[in-house]
């Protein structure tokens, strides 16, 4: 079981980048999947999430408005499209997935989910 995180970078205030977590090994259709990001000095953070069975989705106060998650079951990816960076949005991005999480509120919880991928480095600048 692999989850492979990607399509960080740096990017200027005001852009947009589009993450990708793309599985081997499980299908995503069937697994809640996270984003989650850990700033240096911070703890892990909630970012969004999607659901398994009725792609029910949630976002963290900051992410509301500017981030969008979707779940592309085709090709057993999960993106998280992030409009209007900020500088504070800076961080190495993880994806997770979990098959047993069920509600809205245990998706934003980082001990929730089972398979983690290596997380993407982004970067926004001022």
């Known amino acids: 079981v692999q989850l492979q995180a990607s399509g960080g970078g740096l990017v200027q205030a005001g852009g947009s980048l589009r993450l990708s977590c793309t599985a081997s090994?499980?299908?995503?259709?069937?697994?809640?999947v996270g984003w989650f990001r850990q700033a240096p000095g911070k703890e892990r953070a909630f970012v969004a999430a999607v659901g398994s069975k009725r792609g029910t989705k949630n976002y963290t106060d900051s992410a509301k408005g500017r981030f969008t998650i979707s779940k592309d079951t085709a090709q057993n990816t999960v993106y998280l499209q992030m409009n209007s960076l900020k500088p504070e949005d800076t961080s190495i991005y993880y994806c997770a997935a979990d098959p047993w999480i069920t509600t809205a509120q245990a998706m934003g919880v980082r001990d929730q989910y089972s398979y983690w991928g290596q997380g993407t480095l982004v970067t926004v600048s001022s």
């Open positions: 090994g499980l299908t995503l259709a069937n697994y809640a």
